[in-house]
């Protein structure tokens, strides 16, 4: 019985553990708690010996301090650990005469702790699951290797097949790839740097996977590896979209290429056609305005096709540059020439703003001449009739923002800017307006939207020449700036 002062129903109220056993470990008394604990009711338990109930207690430490405590007489404290359940529990011994009064709290901030693990293995594991990702764990003193349950996935293998080493990894990669992975590895561990790769396995069934894996070394006090962990994720799908656009990008840049040439034959022949007519021909007027139209529509044909091609040789590494030292003004007034009947005919006022001093640069006069031709272009397909089209030049300070592709040394640059009062640029456009094959959408009455690779092409010959090329607007309406910065010769520049 408890003691007399404790009425017991007040002991079965408690949340912890209480029992009185005997020196041969027979029940006398157990609360509610206690009984719930061994899994059973105070009333089945009483007299039975607790040895019987606990398999873990006899010899253990839990047992031989409630005897020191039965010899002693004197109360005891201490923590003891169910190799049962696992949890810690806080026990206080109180010896009466022959009967040891014991109770146990359950330490709650050591379940807590188990808590709160368990439930972070449980999130790491449905992340990974989830993001299906596959972790590893490299003793390399030990050359063991341990994987989680993806990775055999990943490799189509059984755990039954993977012996756990190093020797048994590799021989699931790609046999063409060995080699990058063995040295990736050497490498970050000898520079103490992130392990990162993509490479390849081979699965049993001849299947190719592609497999994206990212480790860290830990290392002893003497600066030796001694283990590595990483993650490793299956990007096959990934990898081939990759290739399957590279596939396409190529096809393309090769029907460019074919379908310009194709089309640049019959233009010869067509051009000598009409200067045999302009001396053979009739003097009529109207017969004169259709040979001057034929002629410029044949130039703006072959202008388009050159774009093409030019764009097709850069995009496969196959244009060059014929470099020599040359006036930027000249270039502009070179470009103005080609452009000034396209200006007239458009209906737009031209203002030139050129500096009175040479801006030497080193560049390709024709290339650069391409590069003006279609900006002024541009302006003339989206300024409406009545509009303005300016042209300038100046030697300035380079103000290009951090972050820009800069070939530009720090210090004067020449700036070439055209700028019009047409349509403007759509803020969410400035960003895109130099991709291959992008436009402003073309209204019913301005339908020569062209074929969106103007901007591109002069883009990526001033990024040749280490300059740059930059849109700015407004936006609708407003009209638009185009900025070029080419570095100017060391003479210029002083």
Same mark, same amino acid.
């Given at each position: 019985?408890?003691?007399?002062?404790?009425?017991?129903?007040?002991?079965?109220?408690?949340?912890?553990?209480?029992?009185?056993?005997?020196?041969?470990?027979?029940?006398?008394? /157990?609360?509610?708690?206690?009984?719930?604990?061994?899994?059973?009711?105070?009333?089945?338990?009483?007299?039975?010996?607790?040895?019987?109930?606990?398999?873990?207690?006899?010899?253990?430490?839990?047992?031989?301090?409630?005897?020191?405590?039965?010899? !002693?007489?004197?109360?005891?404290?201490?923590?003891?650990?169910?190799?049962?359940?696992?949890?810690?529990?806080?026990?206080?011994?109180?010896?009466?005469?022959?009967?040891? +009064?014991?109770?146990?709290?359950?330490?709650?901030?050591?379940?807590?702790?188990?808590?709160?693990?368990?439930?972070?293995?449980?999130?790491?594991? /449905?992340?990974?699951?989830?993001?299906?990702?596959?972790? +590893?764990? +490299?003793?390399?003193?030990?050359?063991?290797?341990?994987?989680?349950?993806?990775?055999?996935?990943?490799?189509?293998?059984?755990?039954?097949?993977?012996?756990?080493?190093?020797?048994?990894?590799?021989?699931?990669?790609?046999?063409?790839?060995?080699?990058?992975?063995?040295?990736?590895?050497?490498? !970050?561990?000898?520079?103490?740097?992130?392990?990162?790769?993509?490479?390849?396995?081979?699965?049993?069934?001849?299947?190719?996977?592609?497999?994206?894996?990212?480790?860290?070394?830990?290392?002893?006090?003497?600066?030796?590896?001694?283990?590595?962990?990483?993650?490793?994720?299956?990007?096959?799908?990934?990898?081939?979209?990759?290739?399957?656009?590279?596939?396409?990008?190529?096809?393309?840049?090769?029907?460019?290429?074919?379908?310009?040439?194709?089309?640049?034959?019959?233009?010869?022949?067509?051009?000598?056609?009409?200067?045999?007519?302009?001396?053979?021909?009739?003097?009529?007027?109207?017969?004169?305005?259709?040979?001057?139209?034929?002629?410029?529509?044949?130039?703006?044909?072959?202008?388009?096709?050159?774009?093409?091609?030019?764009?097709?040789?850069?995009?496969?590494?196959?244009?060059?540059?014929?470099?020599?030292?040359?006036?930027?003004?000249?270039?502009?007034?070179?470009?103005?020439?080609?452009?000034?009947?396209?200006?007239?005919?458009?209906?737009?006022?031209?203002?030139?703003?050129?500096?009175?001093?040479?801006?030497?640069?080193?560049?390709?006069?024709?290339?650069?001449?391409?590069?003006?031709?279609?900006?002024?272009?541009?302006?003339?397909?989206?300024?409406?009739?009545?509009?303005?089209?300016?042209?300038?030049?100046?030697?300035?300070? !380079?103000?290009?923002?951090?972050?820009?592709?800069?070939?530009?040394?720090?210090?004067?640059?020449?700036?070439?800017?055209?700028?019009?009062?047409?349509?403007?640029?759509?803020?969410?456009?400035?960003?895109?307006?130099?991709?291959?094959?992008?436009?402003?959408?073309?209204?019913?009455?301005?339908?020569?939207?062209?074929?969106?690779?103007?901007?591109?092409?002069?883009?990526?010959?001033?990024?040749?020449?280490?300059?740059?090329?930059?849109?700015?607007?407004?936006?609708?309406?407003?009209?638009?700036?185009?900025?070029?910065?080419?570095?100017?010769?060391?003479?210029?520049?002083?």
């Amino acid at each position: 019985m408890p003691p007399a002062e404790v009425p017991p129903d007040v002991l079965d109220l408690v949340t912890d553990g209480i029992i009185a056993v005997d020196h041969e470990w027979r029940l006398h008394y /157990l609360n509610q708690e206690a009984a719930e604990r061994l899994g059973s009711t105070p009333a089945e338990l009483l007299g039975q010996s607790l040895r019987k109930l606990r398999s873990d207690l006899p010899e253990s430490a839990f047992e031989a301090e409630v005897q020191t405590a039965l010899g !002693s007489g004197k109360p005891r404290s201490f923590e003891s650990v169910s190799t049962v359940s696992g949890r810690s529990y806080l026990v206080r011994v109180l010896p009466r005469g022959e009967i040891a +009064w014991i109770a146990s709290v359950e330490n709650t901030d050591s379940r807590r702790r188990e808590d709160e693990l368990r439930a972070t293995e449980e999130r790491l594991r /449905l992340a990974l699951t989830a993001g299906r990702c596959g972790v +590893w764990d +490299w003793d390399i003193t030990a050359n063991r290797v341990v994987w989680s349950e993806h990775l055999y996935e990943f490799h189509g293998i059984e755990p039954s097949d993977f012996d756990g080493s190093v020797e048994g990894f590799t021989r699931v990669v790609h046999p063409e790839d060995v080699g990058r992975v063995q040295q990736a590895v050497q490498h !970050s561990l000898q520079t103490r740097s992130p392990y990162e790769l993509e490479f390849r396995t081979l699965r049993p069934d001849g299947t190719v996977r592609w497999l994206s894996t990212n480790g860290n070394a830990l290392y002893d006090a003497a600066g030796n590896p001694v283990r590595m962990l990483g993650a490793t994720v299956d990007v096959t799908d990934r990898v081939q979209r990759e290739v399957a656009l590279k596939e396409e990008a190529r096809r393309k840049d090769e029907f460019l290429a074919m379908l310009a040439h194709e089309l640049r034959n019959p233009l010869a022949p067509i051009m000598n056609a009409v200067q045999i007519l302009d001396h053979i021909g009739s003097p009529e007027p109207r017969a004169v305005r259709q040979r001057a139209i034929i002629h410029r529509q044949v130039r703006h044909l072959s202008r388009l096709l050159e774009d093409l091609l030019d764009v097709s040789r850069i995009t496969r590494g196959r244009i060059s540059l014929d470099r020599q030292p040359i006036d930027l003004r000249d270039v502009v007034r070179h470009a103005l020439d080609a452009s000034e009947e396209s200006i007239r005919q458009a209906g737009l006022i031209l203002h030139l703003d050129l500096t009175d001093t040479p801006v030497s640069i080193s560049g390709d006069p024709t290339r650069l001449e391409q590069v003006l031709y279609n900006l002024i272009n541009n302006a003339i397909r989206y300024t409406p009739a009545g509009g303005e089209i300016t042209v300038s030049l100046a030697v300035e300070e !380079s103000d290009v923002m951090e972050g820009e592709t800069v070939g530009i040394p720090s210090g004067m640059a020449a700036i070439l800017r055209v700028m019009d009062t047409g349509r403007g640029i759509p803020p969410d456009q400035l960003g895109s307006i130099f991709e291959l094959f992008t436009q402003l959408e073309a209204t019913m009455d301005r339908a020569q939207g062209g074929l969106g690779i103007g901007l591109t092409l002069a883009r990526n010959l001033l990024l040749l020449h280490g300059g740059t090329l930059e849109a700015r607007s407004e936006g609708p309406g407003t009209g638009a700036e185009f900025v070029v910065r080419l570095p100017i010769s060391n003479s210029e520049a002083g």
